[in-house]
């Protein structure tokens, strides 16, 4: 069994998270994205490239609910944790950079 620490963990809790985001549950789903992105700092490390989604999935609820300046930080975190562990042309880091070029153009 996985302890409640686990990045395994985590990963279930942000698609949780992701299932009530689509929904339109953001007051559900915030908390989620949330202890899903604590798991991950603890257990995974602060520049893990999957904890860079977790917090870009915490931006985009944010953003879905005008919540523009909460959201910026955590795209550029996002960002950075991705261009550091990924590496500046990764495919992944198109989405968070489309992400944050959205927000600016909100």
Do not use: V
Request: charged content about 25%; hydrophobic content about 35%.
């Amino acid at each position: 069994s996985l302890g409640p620490d686990h990045p395994e963990l985590a990963k279930w809790i942000n698609n949780l998270g992701l299932l009530f985001s689509d929904q339109g549950k953001y007051d559900e789903a915030e908390p989620l994205y949330k202890r899903a992105i604590a798991i991950g700092e603890a257990s995974l490390g602060p520049d893990h490239p999957e904890l860079a989604k977790w917090i870009n999935n915490l931006g985009l609820l944010f953003s879905d609910q005008g919540k523009y300046d909460e959201a910026e930080p955590l795209y550029k975190r996002a960002i950075a944790i991705g261009e550091a562990s990924l590496g500046p042309d990764h495919p992944h880091l198109a989405r968070m950079r489309k992400n944050l070029d959205n927000l600016r153009r909100a």
